[in-house]
Every structure is written in structure tokens, then in C-alpha cells.
């Protein structure tokens, strides 16, 4: 949901983007999405990396990318080969810079589940080039989204299934467990380089089994704890 702000300027401001919270009528404001790259082994393989235990490293989305409330995902323009990468999401409550590990939970308002759609095939083309990814990760829809859960609610995720399917196929399947960074490290790590605030969120990396879809097809996904999430696509 896009919440407009009054006030004055030369033009009209954009809205801010905000996420509805799972029993309340509140929302959840978004300021910034930061995306994990290749944080599940299986998945750094099939994308030709070394699973090792290397520096995590960090892209990003903005938040009038994300997908609310069901709505359906557009098969977007400019490539041939788009991708699901189903993942949890973690909703930063209270920001800080260089946050220790110890207290990093402490900072999460809780969870939610999201698709980091890609346009693999121009991502493909930044990476031969050394260019930067926006165009294959941060186009418009490419983060449908379910409500947010409060961690009051669910606690702090740390292992439960996480799948997806395309028309009742299973494309996706993997555990919080195997994330090769936890999310307090990505919160430590992350807040070292910028300074985390209340409204960021972090798509904490996929399992293997990414694969392309087609217009009409049906993306469901699942996360223990957290929810379901369903997106056509358009």
C-alpha cells in the first residue's frame, strides 16, 4: 500500500510505500530493501560460485518494487528469462550503525516472505560486463511480498522449511538452517557498512532450484513460521 504525504513541493512527492503487519491496521513504512547474494550454498554452486564462507555481499531494490497483497506479478519488459528466487524477509524495527552481533535480533520487527524475481538474462549481461546488477534485480514488481509478522508473534526464525512451487510443481526447497550467513551476521555485517534505520529490509538469499517462468503461471511459496505467499504472473 503507498500512503501519500501532504505537504509542499515543485512536484508531487512520491507516496511511501508500506507493508501491512499480520493483526494489526497499521502498516509497516518501507525506506530501504537490501538483498544477500548467493547466502545458501546449494544455490552459490548452481550460479557457478564457491560456497565457501566468503564476505557476504549486498545489492538492492526499492521499496515501489515490492508486490502487495497478493496482487499479480508482471511478466516484465526487456527479457526472456525471468526467475523466482523465493526468501525470507527481515523487517528492521530500530536502526543503529556498526551493531554488535549479541544485539542484532534485538533491532528486527519481524518477518516476512518475498520473491527476488530476476531478470536473469540482463543480470547475466552486468555480470560479463562488471556492471551492476539494477537492471536485472531492481525493475518494477520484481519483489512480491506477503504481510509482515511481528517477531513478538513468531520469535526469530533460525530453521523451518522454505519452498516454492510453480503450478503445484516443486522448483525450490531448502531450510533457514542452511543460511550461510544468519541473520544476525547480516544485520551486524550490513550495519558496518550503512546505517541501518526502522523501515529497511533485508531478502536474506534463496535456496537452489531458481528457474524461469512464464506468463500465466502460478508462483506459491512457503516459509515455517512466517506464511504463504501466491503470485500470478501477468
Not at 565457501?52 to 499479480?72: I, T
Not at 520487527?109 to 538474462?121: E, F, P, S, V
Request: net charge neutral; charged share 20%; with cysteine.
Amino acid at each position: 500500500m503507498n500512503v501519500a504525504v501532504s505537504t509542499n513541493f515543485v512536484i508531487a512527492p512520491p507516496a511511501v510505500v508500506a507493508v501491512p503487519v499480520r493483526g494489526l491496521a497499521a502498516r509497516f513504512p518501507v525506506r530501504r530493501i537490501y538483498c544477500v547474494g548467493r547466502n545458501y550454498a546449494a544455490h552459490a554452486i548452481e550460479m557457478g560460485s564457491d560456497p565457501n564462507r566468503e564476505p557476504p555481499f549486498f545489492f538492492q531494490k526499492n521499496p515501489d518494487n515490492l508486490v502487495l497483497g497478493g496482487a499479480d506479478f508482471p511478466y516484465p519488459p526487456q527479457s526472456k528469462n525471468v526467475h523466482h528466487e523465493i526468501e525470507m524477509v527481515v523487517a528492521i524495527g530500530k536502526g543503529g550503525r556498526d551493531i554488535p552481533l549479541a544485539r542484532a535480533l534485538d533491532h528486527v520487527y519481524g518477518y516476512a516472505l518475498g520473491l527476488d524475481m530476476t531478470r536473469r538474462d540482463l543480470q547475466e549481461d552486468c555480470k560479463k560486463g562488471g556492471r551492476p546488477w539494477e537492471i536485472g534485480k531492481a525493475f518494477e514488481h520484481s519483489a512480491p511480498m506477503t504481510d509482515i509478522v511481528p517477531a513478538s508473534e513468531v520469535g526469530h526464525p533460525d530453521h523451518g522449511e522454505i519452498w516454492l512451487k510453480v503450478n503445484g510443481e516443486l522448483r525450490q526447497k531448502g531450510d533457514l538452517n542452511q543460511l550461510i550467513w544468519k541473520v544476525p551476521e547480516m544485520i551486524a555485517y550490513l550495519s558496518a557498512a550503512f546505517e541501518l534505520q526502522g523501515g529497511d529490509l533485508i531478502f536474506s538469499g534463496t535456496p537452489s532450484g531458481v528457474a524461469a517462468i512464464k506468463r500465466g503461471d502460478v508462483m506459491e511459496g512457503h516459509c515455517e513460521g512466517i506464511g504463504r505467499l501466491v503470485a500470478k504472473v501477468g
